[in-house]
């Protein structure tokens, strides 16, 4: 446990340890009702209608999930092939890249399986845009309003 701390403290998984604090504090106020998982589609219409009504929070998690983990696991085995020098240094640069090109990857691939996700996640953008035209808060254990 005390390597894998280790290495998410260390160059190049500590460029991607923060989003992922944050994710995951995100997830926790999801869990305790404090916000809503769509709480982003306001902001990013765009991108959410790209994303076939997943909700934005759950493409940039696994975009977040994604690059750490590969961070994560490359920074461990680097640590057991043990480069040092220049080519160490480098290395550690092309995994940071490689980190980025497989977050891309994954957000590819949810974009991919969005219609599947979105089934999951029921009541588009267009639910909460009918609630503030009613003037009444979107309560996500209320029936849909009807308009």
Same mark, same amino acid.
């Given at each position: #446990?005390?390597?894998?701390?280790?290495?998410?403290?260390?160059?190049?998984?500590?460029?991607?340890?923060?989003?992922?604090?944050?994710?995951?504090?995100?997830?926790?106020?999801?869990?305790?009702?404090?916000?809503?998982?769509?709480?982003?589609?306001?902001?990013?219409?765009?991108?959410?209608?790209? =994303?076939? @009504?997943?909700?934005?929070?759950?493409?940039?998690?696994?975009?977040?999930?994604?690059?750490? =983990?590969?961070?994560?696991? @490359?920074?461990?085995? #680097?640590?057991?092939? %043990?480069? %040092?020098?220049?080519?160490?240094?480098?290395?550690?640069?092309?995994?940071?890249?490689?980190?980025? =090109?497989?977050? =891309?990857?994954?957000?590819?691939?949810?974009?991919?399986?969005?219609?599947?996700?979105?089934?999951?996640?029921?009541?588009? &953008?267009?639910?909460?845009?009918?609630?503030?035209?009613?003037?009444?808060?979107?309560? &996500?254990? %209320? &029936?849909?309003?009807?308009?």
């Amino acid at each position: #446990m005390e390597q894998i701390v280790d290495a998410a403290v260390r160059f190049p998984t500590v460029t991607v340890t923060p989003a992922l604090v944050v994710a995951l504090g995100f997830w926790l106020l999801v869990l305790l009702g404090r916000t809503d998982v769509r709480a982003f589609d306001a902001d990013a219409p765009s991108l959410t209608r790209s =994303l076939g @009504g997943t909700p934005v929070a759950v493409a940039a998690s696994v975009v977040i999930v994604s690059d750490w =983990l590969v961070s994560l696991t @490359g920074t461990l085995l #680097m640590d057991l092939a %043990s480069p %040092s020098g220049p080519g160490g240094a480098a290395a550690r640069v092309a995994l940071l890249v490689l980190a980025a =090109l497989v977050a =891309l990857v994954a957000r590819l691939v949810t974009r991919r399986c969005a219609a599947q996700l979105a089934r999951l996640f029921p009541g588009g &953008p267009g639910v909460y845009r009918r609630a503030a035209a009613l003037s009444a808060p979107y309560d &996500p254990g %209320s &029936p849909h309003p009807r308009g």
